[in-house]
């Protein structure tokens, strides 16, 4: 059973920064893209950033040079890294698994202005 375990969202000022985390179960996580998505009210969802089994980076131009993604395959997890927050990176973000593809349960990023 896969089982991706989310946490690190919450309400930032603009500004700020958060960490937010990706603790997957029942795959095979090392040979999988990992990625972050998010969609905010009113919005299609849309990638944010992913990572390649050998690391390799894409990211939205929106994010990029703020936001890291990475990953730790010894625990299973991927990270975000999110700095210089804006308003608008307010979002319900998502942890993407390719190969199912499989989906978290999402969490709540607010940016206060």
């Known amino acids: 059973q896969v089982q991706l375990v989310e946490s690190g969202g919450g309400l930032v000022q603009a500004g700020g920064s958060l960490r937010l985390s990706c603790a997957a179960s029942g795959i095979r996580f090392s040979i999988n893209v990992m990625a972050w998505y998010r969609q905010a009210p009113g919005k299609q969802r849309e990638l944010v950033a992913s990572?390649?089994?050998?690391?390799?980076?894409n990211y939205a131009d929106a994010v990029k040079g703020r936001f890291t993604i990475s990953r730790d395959n010894a625990k299973n997890t991927v990270y975000l890294e999110m700095n210089s927050l804006k308003p608008e990176d307010t979002a319900v973000y998502y942890c993407y698994v390719s190969l199912g593809p499989y989906w978290g349960q999402g969490m709540q990023v607010t940016v206060s202005s």
């Open positions: 990572i390649t089994k050998d690391s390799r980076q």
